[in-house]
């Protein structure tokens, strides 16, 4: 079965500081993976999405992901972390049945230290 | 980009009563709209899918029942939360594809959160 992990409840990085996020996939062909941001009691907005071609995948707000399907593996990344970057990341995967359902990860808190 | 809307943000009811929930694409059509529920600090469990024009499809261990899902056009799909009880009480975000344009991107809507006293 289709499972996303993301090992990492909290994460706490200083501002400024480069950032990594994990995410790990379980799926039987080429995936389509997704990140998502969200901040408190509001709904997810999309950050990058992979889904074929180059593995380093560009997003919005400075972030960046690799696919790597020796490892399945996700992992979002942002070289410099702002304060407003606190939030809540979900990583998902697409179901492989083309219905469009997209399957979370459990989540990882990203508090910044001033 | 595409904006799907959700229709109250929060609601606030007593036990017992029924609330509904409606998500909206407002510059996009949509055949299937899906609908998550999300516990505090907790990642999204979708529900059930709901087709424009046929019965949605629930989730393993989702009360159809209790969730009625209504997609009456291409634009709308509401959630009817049937006698809600306070372990309803949680955060409803619906999202949808936008329709033909494959598995390109879903859009989600801000989120309904219900209190149920």
């Known amino acids: 079965a289709q499972s996303v992990t993301q090992p990492d409840i909290h994460i706490t990085v200083s501002e400024g500081a480069s950032l990594e996020l994990r995410c790990n996939y379980s799926y039987g062909a080429t995936p389509y993976l997704f990140w998502y941001v969200q901040s408190p009691g509001q709904g997810l907005q999309l950050l990058l999405k992979?889904?074929?071609?180059?593995?380093l995948v560009q997003g919005i707000k400075g972030f960046e992901a690799e696919f790597k399907r020796s490892q399945s593996s996700f992992n979002l990344r942002k070289p410099s972390v702002h304060w407003s970057d606190a939030a809540e990341y979900f990583c998902?995967?697409?179901?492989?049945?083309?219905?469009?359902?997209?399957?979370f990860g459990s989540g990882t808190r990203l508090l910044v230290r001033p | 980009g595409a904006v799907v809307s959700q229709h109250p943000s929060w609601v606030i009811c007593k036990s017992g009563t029924s609330v509904k929930i409606e998500c909206r694409s407002l510059?996009?059509?949509?055949?299937?709209m899906f609908w998550y529920r999300q516990f505090p600090k907790q990642s999204l469990m979708l529900m059930a899918t709901s087709n424009e024009g046929s019965k949605a499809t629930y989730e393993q261990g989702v009360e159809k029942d209790k969730f009625l899902i209504n997609h009456a056009s291409l634009t709308l799909s509401t959630l009817t939360v049937t006698s809600a009880h306070p372990e309803d009480s949680s955060f409803y975000i619906c999202?949808?594809?936008?329709?033909?344009?494959?598995?390109?991107?879903?859009?989600f809507g801000p989120g309904t959160r219900l209190t149920v006293l």
């Open positions: 999202s949808a594809p936008p329709r033909l344009a494959g598995y390109n991107e879903q859009f």
């Open positions: 992979y889904f074929s071609g180059d593995t």
């Open positions: 998902a995967v697409g179901a492989m049945d083309s219905s469009y359902k997209l399957i």
């Open positions: 510059d996009f059509q949509a055949t299937t």
